[in-house]
């Protein structure tokens, strides 16, 4: 019998209560195939490319795969066809707003979101500062002065 709990090395067990100081991240096999995807295009190897986008998509659908795969096309139309298929793929696994910062969009998507909430949430997302997080004042204060603040904190 296999047991399905996690295996964690006698040296990661955590000394106290919590398993703070941990920086754990996970990540599924299709986020790593979509970043892939991504690359590849990057580099100019759109068929390639185009394969990995459909293979991530082929295994979410597998009654009607051949109805619902991405068409090839140039740099452009393949990077949003790629970004699409992230969004779907990796909702509520909280690295979107990552992924906007990494792809330039998160001022646009940002404030779109904050136009249609009655808080306002997102419409005050300013590029260039928060994009960025703050570093830990302990951190600039150690560094005497090598580690600058990043802008707007």
Known sequence: MVSLKWYTPKKDKPKYGGDNGKNRRV????EVVLT?????????????SLQMLNM????????????VLYKAGGYGYMRDQIWKERRAE???EW?????LVRSGQAAKV???????????????????????????QTEVDVSNGKVEQNPGY
């Open 90 to 92: 990796m909702c509520f």
């Open 110 to 136: 940002m404030h779109a979101f904050g136009a249609r909430r009655a808080n306002r949430r997102g419409a005050y997302f300013r590029e260039g500062v928060h994009n960025l997080l703050p570093i830990p």
């Open 36 to 48: 892939y995807a991504e690359a590849l295009n990057e580099m100019g190897d759109r068929e390639k």
């Open 56 to 67: 991530c998509k082929a295994q979410v659908n597998t009654i009607n795969a051949s109805t």
């Open 27 to 30: 990540m599924r096999f299709p």
């Open 95 to 99: 690295d979107r707003y990552f992924d």
